[in-house]
Nanobody, 116 residues
Framework: QVRLVESGGGLVQPGGSLRLSCAAS????????MRWYRQAPGKEREFLAH????????NYAGSVRGRFTISRDNAKNTVYLQMNSLKSEDTAVYYC?????????WGQGTQVTVSS
């Protein structure tokens, strides 16, 4: 069974940093691209970042480029999202995602709140 479990969210002040983790199981992690998304209250789910299976290529949404970094550790079946210079508008539930054989799989999400 394909499963994704996000962690690392919390309350942080503007300008602060957080690192999110997404632990994957039930599939051959290293051959699949991984993605991070977020959804703020009343808004649609927004793509943030993508990384290839071997981690040799990444791309980002314009809203987070230069502040967020996606990475992965294939030995640990885990993908990360390092978030720096956080802003109030980054407040959302953050999700990781994988498309396994045409089936999109999502974790349960982790809440990030940026507030003073």
């Amino acid at each position: 069974q394909v499963r994704l479990v996000e962690s690392g969210g919390g309350l942080v002040q503007p300008g602060g940093s957080l690192r999110l983790s997404c632990a994957a199981s039930g599939f051959t992690f290293s051959i699949y691209d991984m993605r991070w998304y977020r959804q703020a209250p009343g808004k649609e789910r927004e793509f943030l970042a993508h990384i290839t299976g071997y981690g040799d290529s990444t791309n980002y949404a314009g809203s987070v480029r230069g502040r967020f970094t996606i990475s992965r550790d294939n030995a640990k079946n885990t993908v990360y999202l390092q978030m720096n210079s956080l802003k109030s508008e980054d407040t959302a539930v953050y999700y990781c995602n994988v498309d396994v054989l045409g089936n999109g799989v999502w974790g349960q999400g982790t809440q990030v709140t940026v507030s003073s």
